[in-house]
């Protein structure tokens, strides 16, 4: 087995993490240096509001100033880990290879974590309207119409639309798509993509609620990554970014324990960008609209 260092970790988790991710490279993005203080510490995104002009009555009477508006949404971060402790029986007599062996659980592990940060805001929200129990293609196609006009009846750029579906509505979407509409390319986010349905690019996601769709532009959800800072203690650490989230590494040795410490860890956090700040306050101009599946 070759010689084990963080870096030579971290490279590995590049190629994992890449095909591991697909909803945070759909949404918008904080830079993770905007973040500072303890685990838990909020930042705040300001979401600036639409003005209205004003008609000058006749040339040269007084004008009225108005405020410019910015609502807050605030984004908190977690930190994600995945800690394996590899003890010296393990790594002399049972290990073969320990990036596919250990390190392929790890990253996983904090990858699937940090897209959840994600994925549990977007199942948190309510359904706007349903697909029928019993699916066919023109309930399908009215359904996302019905998204697609909602979006721009709210101002929705027409750009970087997305309709993120669960496997049950995949099934529904594929009926109604063109082969010639398929994603070929090789990328994590194009391998996610099944096809352009009105003005959307539809990407299927295991992490969403069953039976569920969301469509939104981009700026509809702000997603934040910060990889940990290289820790002074460790013997070995290094830090890679990837698919849209950053890792960091550790390895060191744990004498009292005779075992190699791997430590995979990022801070990650999500919210939804609602125009009145929290989504309390009655505002029905929103950046997404959700579907889900109707009971009988």
């Known amino acids: 087995m070759a010689v084990l260092t963080a870096q030579g970790i971290s490279s590995l988790a590049i190629e994992l993490l890449t095909r591991s991710l697909v909803l945070p490279s759909t949404v918008s993005r904080i830079p993770g240096g905007e973040f500072a203080g303890a685990n838990g510490d909020t930042i705040t995104v300001r979401v600036p509001q639409p003005g209205s002009a004003r008609?000058?009555?006749?040339?040269?009477?007084?004008i009225t100033y108005d405020d410019v508006t910015?609502?807050?949404?605030?984004?908190?971060?977690?930190?994600?880990?995945?800690?394996?402790?590899?003890?010296?029986?393990?790594?002399?007599?049972?290990?073969e290879d320990f990036g596919r062996q250990i390190t392929r659980i790890q990253v996983d592990a904090v990858a699937?974590?940090?897209e959840d940060e994600l994925t549990t805001v977007m199942n948190a929200l309510a359904a706007d309207s349903s697909f029928a129990l019993s699916g066919s293609d023109t309930d399908t196609e009215d359904a996302i119409i019905a998204a697609?006009?909602?979006?721009?009846?709210?101002?929705?750029?027409?750009?970087?639309?997305?309709?993120?579906?669960?496997?049950?509505i995949k099934s529904?979407?594929?009926?109604?798509?063109?082969?010639?509409?398929?994603?070929?390319?090789?990328?994590?986010?194009?391998?996610a993509v099944i096809g352009q349905l009105y003005g959307f690019t539809v990407v299927a996601s295991n992490a969403?609620?069953?039976?569920?769709?969301?469509?939104?532009?981009?700026?509809?959800?702000?997603?934040?990554?910060?990889?940990?800072?290289?820790p002074r203690g460790a013997n070995d650490s290094a830090t890679a970014t990837a698919g849209g989230v950053g890792l960091r590494q550790i390895f060191q040795y744990v004498p009292d324990k005779l075992s190699d410490a791997?430590?995979?860890?990022?801070?990650?956090?999500?919210?939804?960008v609602y125009e009145d700040g929290t989504g309390t306050n009655g505002s029905t101009i929103k950046r997404f609209y959700k579907l889900d599946t109707a009971t009988a």
Do not use: C, W
């Open 172 to 191: 529904r979407i594929l009926k109604i798509l063109d082969a010639a509409d398929k994603a070929g390319d090789a990328s994590a986010l194009r391998r």
């Open 262 to 272: 791997s430590v995979v860890s990022t801070f990650a956090g999500a919210a939804a």
């Open 148 to 168: 697609s006009e909602t979006l721009d009846s709210n101002n929705a750029p027409a750009g970087d639309r997305y309709l993120a579906v669960s496997p049950q």
């Open 112 to 114: 699937t974590g940090a």
């Open 208 to 230: 969403l609620t069953a039976g569920t769709a969301l469509a939104y532009h981009r700026s509809g959800f702000a997603f934040a990554n910060r990889v940990p800072v290289a």
């Open 55 to 62: 008609t000058q009555a006749t040339a040269g009477a007084t």
């Open 70 to 95: 910015e609502i807050p949404v605030d984004v908190s971060l977690s930190h994600l880990y995945h800690g394996k402790l590899v003890s010296d029986e393990e790594m002399s007599l049972q290990l």
